[in-house]
């Protein structure tokens, strides 16, 4: 063959749509159920917290909209502060500022890059004194009214630590899991160790609905709170009488009956992520300078991402020259956030450290790993690894 078809590209991660979907939206459709209350809303609530073996979860709009009534239900208030990593999309820390409140950005921990619970503890214990039964900043005087664990990449966060910290100081965890669906802690779900955690349901989390999230909480009062919330506080189900502003913030029958059909395909999806991530784990132990995220002891990340650190110095060439190598071969790859103390809105947050988190956003860099990524195409991204690599390496 003198005309070679150019190999087709490799996106960094697209939904797998491929089990019942058609057949619920179509139910939908048919039945005329296409808005904000409907039968697959109640079922994709309660199968979505017997698969997390979580009490209560409400179905919202997005995992931004989760974050947000979680929060409000919390009990955060405006000039409160809220602990949370620099190193996060910008949506759970645009979350804090939308209840009035502001982030204490806290590094990330360098083995596995998640929020780092010993600057945690000492932000606590050395910067922080108790007030009644308030715990309050001392530098600023402001009311630290909650801890947001984000599970980065899919990889939980050390709950060992950071639970046992949140009851000593009776502060309340409002988890954003939204990357961490169908990760573990022990034999737990994600989600499990938080007084409120947050999931996503957008194009590119683990499963979709196109675009959503939920709420999980064990306080039936807080779910019952947020649903509230969530539908434009009605006091009344006839008369137009609210209680509180509200929001409209529910998900559609549409949408839930599309997470109905990918929730059954979690745990495959899980295997699936983990199989390929063992793949890639074990092609680059071979290659000095790229550093898997790995797995904490004791936990089970779903790899949202698969994300490696590229050491500049041993492997030859920086993140962003292997990410430019990679695009030359049709393959997508993706850095990491920039640490939000970096960025221009949320340069004055008070914060705890930060050199971790800046040093993963240079050598940062998540690769292909669709729950459809075929071997063949992921030996693909290894080669172009390997050959991205110093000459010393092939
Ligand atoms: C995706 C994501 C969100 C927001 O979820 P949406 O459903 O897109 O609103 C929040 N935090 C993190 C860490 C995310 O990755």
Redo the contacts with the bound molecule.
């Keep these: 063959m003198t005309n070679a078809p150019q190999a087709s590209p490799i996106p960094l991660s697209v939904p797998e749509i491929k089990g019942r979907e058609w057949e619920y939206v179509k139910e939908c459709l048919d039945t005329g159920w296409v808005s904000s209350v409907g039968p697959f809303v109640d079922r994709f609530e309660r199968e979505f917290a017997q698969a997390l073996g979580a009490p209560h979860a409400v179905a919202v709009a ?4 989760a ?1 947000h009534l979680a929060l409000l239900v919390a009990g955060v208030r405006p000039g409160d502060l809220v602990i949370a990593p620099t190193l ?2 910008v ?2 820390i645009n979350a804090i500022r939308y209840v009035g409140a502001d982030p204490i950005l806290v590094d990330a921990e360098p083995d596995h890059w998640l929020l780092d619970p010993q600057l945690v503890t000492r932000l606590l214990e050395d910067d922080c004194e108790r007030d009644g039964d308030e715990v309050r900043h001392r530098a600023t005087g402001r009311r630290v009214a909650a801890i947001m664990p ?1 599970d ?1 990449l899919g990889h939980p966060c050390d709950y060992g630590q950071l639970r046992p910290l949140a009851d000593r100081f009776a502060i309340p965890i409002v988890e ?1 899991a ?2 961490g669906l169908g990760a573990r802690v022990g034999e737990h779900s994600i989600g499990s160790q938080a007084d409120l955690a947050c999931y ?3 194009g ?2 683990l499963i979709t609905t196109g ?3 939920m709420l999980v909480t064990a306080d039936a009062d807080w779910a019952r709170r947020a649903r509230h919330l969530s539908t434009q506080a009605k006091a009344d189900p006839v008369e137009y009488v609210h209680d509180d502003v509200g929001f409209n913030y529910r998900m559609t029958n549409v949408q839930a009956a599309i997470g109905c059909a990918q929730l059954e395909r979690l745990d495959e999806f899980v295997a699936t992520k983990r199989r390929i991530a063992e793949r890639y784990d074990a092609a680059f132990a071979s290659i000095p300078g790229i550093l898997p995220q790995g797995e904490a002891p004791g936990v089970t990340s779903a790899i949202w991402l698969y994300t490696i650190r590229v050491d500049a110095a041993r492997f030859g060439r920086d993140a962003r020259g292997l990410m430019a190598q990679l695009a030359g071969r049709g393959i997508q790859s993706r850095p990491l956030f920039q640490p939000l103390h970096l960025g221009p809105i949320y340069r004055y947050a008070p914060r705890a450290g930060g050199a971790v988190a800046e040093r993963l956003w240079d050598e940062g860099l998540s690769l292909p790993c669709s729950v459809g990524l075929a071997p063949a195409d992921q030996d693909r991204v290894i080669s172009a690894v390997r050959e991205a690599a110093g000459a010393d390496v092939h």
Excluded at 62 to 65: D, R, Y
């Design positions: 997005s995992g931004t909209a974050l996060t999309f949506a759970s984000v980065l954003d939204t990357e996503s349901f957008n590119n989390k675009g959503g999230g």
